[in-house]
């Protein structure tokens, strides 16, 4: 004697697959059209990589507070912060392939080039320029090109910042930001335009935010200024400064009783 039995379920399955069988689904073809865009270009010999001021904008949002937050997408780097505006001063923490960037010996930063900061104590600081006056940023580790960083440590990695020089032609740029925890910033740029191969621009910021933990807020003043000269193909002269004043709280440690509690 034999028996044969079929689930409800085995049955809806051997139904349902049938059907699908017997469809016959067409998809059209999809074609896309444009010009491609590199999000970040450089060369693999010198593990040396560029993010363009496209890339930033679209990393960094509205903030723009801190461009050592841009590397972030760029492998093997990691920039900690205490909360997502990166206002505070020396504890913002920028890694490169485990090896931390506090200190004047392990990372480089430059201007077009030019050092004008020795970190130390202030891996990813990154508030001496506004973000909205950078046009790209580069960064290179590992096996890093002698000519980089002027003779300046470089063991974690080595940050040149390309500075938008003045427009072309009379302009003026305005941004306003607000984020939680009372976070603002007001830009300003104006530009003079190039006459006779001379031109300048001048911008001021106002940031703030409150803290994330604890009592106390955190604020940033900056003004920064470039004159431009070109006198033709053999000279050209860049004068470039930055002024910055900070109002912060620190973030504090733990205490030992806050340690006991949370263990």
Not at 139 to 150: C, Q, Y
Not at 161 to 173: D, F, N, T, W
Request: cysteine-free.
């Amino acid at each position: 004697m034999f028996g044969f039995s079929v689930s409800r379920a085995a049955f809806g399955s051997l139904v349902a697959a049938t059907l699908l069988q017997a469809q016959s689904v067409e998809i059209a073809p999809v074609s896309v059209s444009g010009a491609l865009q590199e999000p970040f270009s450089g060369s693999d010999g010198v593990m040396e990589r560029t993010v363009s001021a496209q890339m930033l904008e679209t990393l960094q949002a509205t903030t723009s507070t801190n461009y050592f937050k841009s590397l972030l997408m760029l492998p093997s780097v990691n920039v900690e912060t205490h909360d997502p505006y990166a206002l505070t001063v020396d504890q913002n923490i920028l890694r490169v392939r485990g090896q931390v960037g506090d200190t004047f010996s392990r990372i480089s930063t430059t201007i077009d080039g030019v050092p004008f900061a020795v970190n130390v104590g202030q891996s990813g600081s990154g508030y001496v320029v506004d973000r909205e006056n950078i046009e790209g940023v580069s960064f290179a580790n590992g096996i890093i090109p002698v000519n980089r960083a002027l003779g300046l440590g470089s063991t974690a990695g080595a940050l040149d910042m390309k500075i938008q020089h003045p427009s072309a032609v009379p302009s003026a740029h305005f941004s306003a930001a607000l984020g939680s925890d009372r976070y603002n910033k007001l830009f300003l740029r104006l530009d003079s335009g190039v006459y006779g191969g001379f031109g300048l621009f001048a911008s001021g910021s106002r940031a703030s935010n409150e803290k994330w933990r604890g009592e106390g807020d955190i604020k940033r003043d900056n003004f920064s200024a470039m004159i431009e000269w070109d006198l033709g193909d053999t000279v050209k002269a860049d004068l470039f400064g930055a002024y910055n004043r900070f109002e912060r709280h620190e973030y504090r440690p733990l205490t030992y009783a806050q340690t006991k509690a949370l263990s």
